[in-house]
């Protein structure tokens, strides 16, 4: 049987004391990527936090919790609303730098 230096076990993880600094750190990044589309987005449209949540997110607290912190997003709801802002991106408007834009998907 083939042996890897690398536990990828459950019990591996859940012990693992690094995972949860990693997971924060994510979430702190993906959220700051969020907000940083979020104002450029304002910047050129300017809508308050509570439409620009229910719009592309679907709830209107979305951005009040990003920036208190009371409340996480999975991935697949990072990637919904980054697709949202994508596709309603205004004509002219510049996409913020280092924050990866979604390709559009055309049929």
């Known amino acids: 049987m083939f042996e890897s230096e690398w536990d990828v076990s459950d019990d591996c993880l ?3 004391r690094k995972f ?3 997971r924060r750190r994510m979430e702190q990044e993906l959220s ?5 589309v979020a104002e450029a987005f304002r910047f050129v ?3 308050t936090l509570p439409t620009l949540g229910r719009l592309a997110a679907g709830d209107w607290r979305f951005f009040d919790h990003l ?3 009371s409340k996480t997003f999975t991935a697949r709801k ?5 697709d949202w ?3 309603n991106w205004p004509g002219g408007a510049i996409w913020p730098e280092g924050i990866a834009r979604p390709e559009r998907v055309t049929s």
């Open 32 to 36: 700051r990527n969020l907000t940083a």
């Open 78 to 82: 990072y990637d919904q609303v980054m």
């Open 20 to 22: 949860p600094t990693i």
């Open 85 to 87: 802002f994508s596709e």
């Open 67 to 69: 920036q208190d912190g």
């Open 45 to 47: 449209r300017p809508l």
């Open 14 to 16: 859940s012990t693992n």
